[in-house]
């Protein structure tokens, strides 16, 4: 169920996002935070989370960074050593929760450069 949403999700963004461009009032935005939702949470709590995140885009909220926010981290992900990529970071926060941020990509830009 989660790959089928998050289609539907790079759908929206790549197609239908050109009709509200750069109208988005938080950081990441909305379609963003529901894939990192995906990622990280459960179905059920990434739709939950996604919608209320929805519900507050409008100008009764002032907007800005919202990360997303998960209560333990995944302690059975396998790693290889050889070479590590890392696609989130998790910040702690108190009780045992943690802010998602997502890492960005500085190796694929820098080699473009020498490249050239």
Known sequence: MKIVF???IRFYQKYLTILS???C???PT???YALWQLDNNTFFKAIYFTITRILKCNQLFDGGFDYPVINKLKTNQNIN???IKIKYWYIPLENGKYLVVKNREWKK???LHESK
């Open 6 to 8: 998050k289609y539907l």
């Open 21 to 23: 461009f750069g109208s």
């Open 25 to 27: 009032r938080y950081y």
């Open 30 to 32: 909305c379609s963003q």
């Open 81 to 83: 050593f050889e070479k």
């Open 109 to 111: 830009k820098n080699e």
